[in-house]
């Protein structure tokens, strides 16, 4: 089952933190991924740019919004996401605290199981 595991933290802590902070947390995150890339269950991991570069369209009455910046105003913002192949949610939830435990902060983790859609195939 694929999933995609969603990292929620403070923004403004973790956009502040030193050189020698990024790497020494990026050290620690990228030593718990290791063994499950290497088990070939790791997909695309990525750290997402600040929430003041986003832009969200959303529905209007006649035609889309277009807003600069997040939808909502939140302590915590989607910073991170990683993609990962496991068998069962209990193994994704091992994940996510391994990960958690390594990353400084009130960092959560949300799992969502996914399809991958593709055109003219059914999700299974």
Not at 27 to 40: C, E, F
Not at 41 to 53: D, H, I, N, S, V
Not at 82 to 109: M, Q, R
Request: glycine share 6%; net charge negative.
């Amino acid at each position: 089952m694929l999933y995609a595991i969603l990292c929620y933290a403070n923004e403004e802590t973790v956009f502040s933190w030193s050189k020698e902070e990024e790497d020494a947390v990026m050290a620690k995150l990228h030593a718990v991924q290791a063994p499950v890339a290497q088990a070939g269950r790791l997909g695309p991991t990525g750290r997402l740019m600040p929430t003041t570069a986003a832009t969200t369209v959303r529905k209007g009455k006649e035609e889309p919004l277009v807003l600069d910046g997040p939808f909502a105003e939140t302590k915590e913002a989607l910073l991170g996401f990683y993609v990962v192949d496991f068998e069962t949610l209990d193994e994704a939830i091992a994940f996510s605290k391994e990960l958690s435990a390594v990353n400084p902060g009130s960092t959560s983790y949300e799992i969502r199981p996914f399809y991958v859609f593709r055109p003219g195939e059914a999700s299974t």
